[in-house]
């Protein structure tokens, strides 16, 4: 279970039934109480309480899987409180990564993560997307205020001009040394639906910065290949 896994949701008691959350990708791993094995997405994934528990999305990219094996349920989530970040559990004991994906392919490549970092504008960062894989580009702005239905806090988040697509959200943002620094939240297209300009401005995506998240709760730390 490595940072950029595919991942989807379903209701309580169907583990092996029907899945009817969005697809998302896993962000960073990383332990609870120093103990638990817990992993970051992003928390709009889990704005539908009734879809709480976790699975492998075994499916090809940008589709849902009727499959995959169960990973955990969502927990200490903060978006209803303006940031954009859950943990889900990982309570069938899969094998947990540092790493974070580099290209899904016959040979996986991966990146060593590093301790929390503030981006910098104009900094490199990448990221890994469940559908538009490993995507690098400049961080071009920080604390941007966005609003999302039915969320009474507004949120803070960065932006770099790099392409997201659905499916990505909660995917590992890095900086050029491998720091972990946010989880993807929404493109910033007016389109919406393909990396290309055509049909509207591309802009970039906007992730948020895992230290908003880390400041409320306080007994989560990433799982690191280097201290």
Request: glycine share 14%; hydrophobic share 35%; with cysteine.
């Amino acid at each position: 279970l490595y940072g950029g896994t595919r991942i989807t949701f379903g209701v309580p008691g169907t583990f092996a039934g029907t899945r009817g959350g969005p697809l998302c990708t896993a962000g960073f791993n990383a332990f609870a109480d120093g103990i638990y094995p817990v992993i970051l997405t992003a928390g709009h994934c889990n704005k539908d309480a009734s879809q709480s528990h976790v699975f492998f999305n075994d499916a090809p990219s940008g589709q849902y899987s009727n499959s995959g094996d169960y990973i955990g349920q969502f927990l200490a989530g903060k978006y209803f409180e303006g940031i954009d970040a859950v943990l889900f559990g990982n309570t069938a004991n899969h094998n947990t990564h540092s790493r974070v994906l580099l290209s899904p392919s016959t040979s996986i490549e991966y990146k060593d993560v590093i301790p929390v970092t503030a981006g910098l504008v104009n900094s490199r960062v990448c990221a890994y997307g469940g559908t538009s894989g490993w995507r690098c580009g400049l961080l071009s702005s920080i604390d941007n205020i966005r609003t999302k239905a039915g969320v009474a806090y507004n949120f803070r988040l960065s932006i770099a001009n790099f392409c997201s697509l659905k499916g990505d959200s909660g995917g590992p943002v890095l900086s050029s040394s491998n720091n972990a620094i946010g989880l993807i939240s929404a493109t910033e297209n007016s389109n919406g639906l393909t990396c290309a300009t055509v049909g509207g401005t591309f802009v970039g995506t906007s992730f948020q910065p895992i230290s908003s998240y880390f400041s409320r709760v306080t007994n989560v730390r990433l799982l690191l290949n280097k201290p």
